[in-house]
Structures are given as C-alpha cells and as structure tokens.
C-alpha cells in the first residue's frame, strides 16, 4: 500500500498561512485530499483533489481560504492555507479516496501518517 508522509506544519498567528505538504510513496491515481483532527473531536474532511481533472471539493469551514493542489510527476500533494483562524488548529493528515457525492467530500481507504500539527495562536 502506498504510504503518505504529511509535512509542513508548525505554529503560526491569526491570520498567517502555511503551506502543507504530502508526499506518496508511489503513484496515486484516486482523489487526494486532507482531513484534520483537532483534540477532542473527530477527525473531519478538508479538501479533495481529483487524480486527472484537477476538480477540487471544500467544505465551507475553509472555503476561499484553503487551496489543495498536487503535482502527480512528483507523488506529491499540497494544501496552501491562507487567513488562518486558531479553530483551524489540529493535526493535519492527506489520504487519498472516492469522493461521495451525497456527502461532498473524500472517503478515505488508505493508510494514515503521522500527520503534521498546525497551531494557529490569537
């Protein structure tokens, strides 16, 4: 099974940006996406991207804040987050899926990583 390594996290302010990364083992032709796991809650749905089209989903919790975007030449996928809020705060984590459409958003069946904590302070 491909494995996926998260990086890029670390502690930022209200209103700074961070630029996530995950990088795959191999070649990955499902949709990609990140999921994030804030303490006390379950872990929920962040972004998508299609393997081929480039189609992209986001919930409204970061709609035009977050953009998702994957080079497939290099296994690798981004999450550029902008306007950061500290209920953005949590673990990071990329996995790749089928989107359901009833839901709009990225069901997981790979492995999950170690993920990448983001902090976002007042």
């Known amino acids: 099974q491909v494995q996926l390594v998260e990086s890029g996290g670390g502690l930022v302010q209200t209103g700074g940006s961070l630029r996530l990364s995950c990088a795959a083992s191999?070649?990955?032709?499902?949709?990609m996406g990140w999921f994030r796991q804030a303490p006390g809650k379950e872990r929920e749905f962040v972004a998508a991207?299609?393997?081929?089209?480039?189609?992209?989903t986001y919930p409204d919790s970061v709609k035009g804040r977050f953009t998702i975007s994957r080079d497939n030449n290099k296994n690798t996928m981004y999450l550029q987050m902008n306007s950061l809020k500290p209920e953005d705060t949590a673990v990071y984590y990329c996995?790749?899926?089928?989107?359901?459409?009833?839901?709009?958003?990225?069901?997981?069946?790979?492995?999950w990583g170690q993920g990448t904590q983001v902090t976002v302070s007042l």
């Open positions: 191999g070649y990955i032709t499902y949709t």
């Open positions: 991207i299609s393997w081929n089209d480039g189609i992209t």
């Open positions: 996995n790749y899926g089928v989107v359901a459409k009833s839901l709009d958003e990225l069901v997981p069946f790979g492995s």
